[in-house]
């Protein structure tokens, strides 16, 4: 029996916010308008995930620029933990675009940062993770900052169970990254997603295509 898309992706199904994988944002900014759309009315608005105080400056500007309430960063390298899960506790919409670098990143996200972000997303809140760091939300990552491969895998943030996440590809087949992938049995579902497209994960097992629609997904050795 075949399987469908809900079936085998794989996220946190008793959220009520949208998980929204970007394979980059795009000069037209349709992936970014939709996040704001679905994202629910609060007095807080965006969060920025960032790593120094120079984070996210031209990120939220664009977010303005399509209507967004004035956005503020969340500086997860230097605050504490308590501090972190407050400024996220009642965020609309939480953005982590590819500005920072994916190991780095990766490392200050694990913890306190990562469950604050989820807590947020179960109560309502739409986070989007952006461009190469889209990557970071399955639950394996083969590509660096760059999209260049790994000479070995990380673990992922599993945010997407069992997935490898491949930012800026729109085919598989053609894909070294993802033969890899595949052929490893690495993963159980590989997930490509172009630039200005989205997959958004949503609560109910909703799941919606954004921006120029461009997303392939495999299973791999581990989901067949």
Not at 18 to 38: C, E, I, K, N, Q
Not at 56 to 78: C, F, H, K, P, Q
């Amino acid at each position: 029996m075949a399987l469908t898309i809900a079936e085998i992706l794989r996220w946190p199904g008793e959220a009520e916010g949208w998980l929204v994988l970007s394979g980059g944002a795009d000069a037209g900014g349709a992936v970014r308008a939709t996040a704001l759309r679905v994202a629910p009315p609060t007095d807080v608005g965006v969060a920025y995930i960032g790593l120094s105080e120079a984070s996210g400056d031209a990120t939220l500007d664009d977010l303005e620029d399509l209507g967004a309430r004035s956005g503020y960063l969340v500086n997860i390298m230097i605050e504490d933990d308590d501090t972190i899960r407050a400024q996220l506790r009642d965020a609309s919409l939480i953005v982590i675009d590819d500005d920072e670098p994916l190991r780095t990143l990766r490392g200050a996200l694990l913890g306190a940062a990562s469950e604050a972000i989820l807590a947020a997303h179960a109560e309502g809140a739409v986070v989007l993770i952006e461009g190469a760091n889209a990557a970071l939300a399955g639950g394996i990552v083969l590509t660096d900052d760059d999209g260049e491969a790994l000479d070995e895998s990380l673990a992922g943030l599993g945010w997407v169970e069992g997935a490898c996440i491949l930012p800026g590809v729109t085919s598989l087949a053609d894909s070294a990254l993802a033969r890899r992938a595949l052929e490893a049995g690495a993963a159980s579902v590989v997930i490509g997603i172009g630039v200005g497209s989205a997959l958004a994960l949503g609560p109910n097992g909703e799941i919606a295509l954004w921006g120029a629609r461009q997303v392939v997904i495999a299973l791999g050795q581990a989901g067949a």
